[in-house]
């Protein structure tokens, strides 16, 4: 989550004005879009070989994303994590959200058939973190671009 007002810094007329912005404003979107853009370059700890392995076997059959490499650790196999990822905007608590949608599709196995794993893209999410690949907690860098991104928005619509 994403604090996007500073309580002390605003009046409540302001704050309901900012609200009102963000709501009709779509910065929702922009904002998804720049986190999941940064989401896929960002690195994590470094994988076995062992699971280089099983990646390089696994994308003879599944469709890869375009920023996969099997030694890169940085989610981007099939991209279906972050690109499930969705920007909300909690207006009752001046904070922006950003979560996993969706069921992830089974891969292809090599048999030719799909795995049963129908899983939740939010236990997926939760299965990174307890591995400490905390993907939806977004980094510094992450949180002031989100910031800058909201306040261009911002100031594009006080001064139109």
Do not use: C, W
Not at 44 to 58: G, L
């Amino acid at each position: 989550m994403v604090n996007y007002t500073n309580s002390k810094a605003y009046s409540a007329v302001i704050k309901k004005r900012i609200r009102a912005i963000v709501k009709s404003s779509g910065v929702q979107k922009e904002i998804q879009g720049y986190y999941r853009e940064t989401s896929r370059k960002r690195r994590f700890r470094v994988i076995t070989e062992e699971t280089i392995d099983r990646r390089k076997k696994m994308s003879q059959y599944n469709k890869t994303h375009g920023d996969y490499s099997p030694r890169r650790s940085n989610l981007t196999f099939s991209g279906q994590l972050i690109d499930s990822i969705k920007a909300y905007v909690r207006t009752s608590k001046d904070v922006i959200e950003l979560i996993p949608t969706g069921r992830r599709k089974p891969y292809i196995l090599k048999s030719g058939k799909r795995s049963k794993s129908k899983s939740l893209n939010t236990d997926v999410a939760q299965g990174q973190a307890d591995q400490d690949r905390h993907l939806m907690i977004p980094t510094k860098k992450q949180r002031r671009g989100i910031i800058d991104i909201f306040r261009r928005k911002l100031k594009r619509v006080l001064n139109s």
